[in-house]
């Protein structure tokens, strides 16, 4: 495999020259939408922090309210136009996943599957 410098290197690149390995990024391991739990619970995680991380601001600004969203809408080309290849095997301004759903083509478990992997989430903070 490859450390943790040279997959950022890779990223920077993106993916040019390691097609095998963005290959194997995008094939195999967990994959969120997919009833597996190391990514639901990775998923979870990261949604909890997001929140915790957004409504710490609210007791900073007064009347100033933030409100933790977790939806792109019509947005997945614009902002993976902006942003580099990622880890999964996404190369630089492809588009990204839309709202909290698995990554485009990555949810191979069915629908019901991708349904239980969001209903696990802990949405009663999003907006």
Known sequence: MV???QLV?????????NQVLQMKMINEGAKFGNG????GNLACEMVNYF?????????????????????TFSWIVNIGKRIGASADGRMSKDPI???MSPVLSRDVSGPMAA?????KLSTDSLE
Request: with cysteine; hydrophobic share 40%; net charge negative.
């Open 51 to 71: 929140v915790e991380r957004v409504e710490a601001y609210n007791s900073r600004y007064g009347d100033l309210i933030f409100s933790p969203c977790i939806a």
């Open 3 to 5: 450390t943790l410098p």
């Open 97 to 99: 996943a839309a709202n």
């Open 36 to 39: 597996q739990k190391e990514a």
């Open 115 to 119: 349904l239980n992997s969001y209903l």
């Open 9 to 17: 290197e890779i990223l920077k690149n993106n993916w040019e020259g």
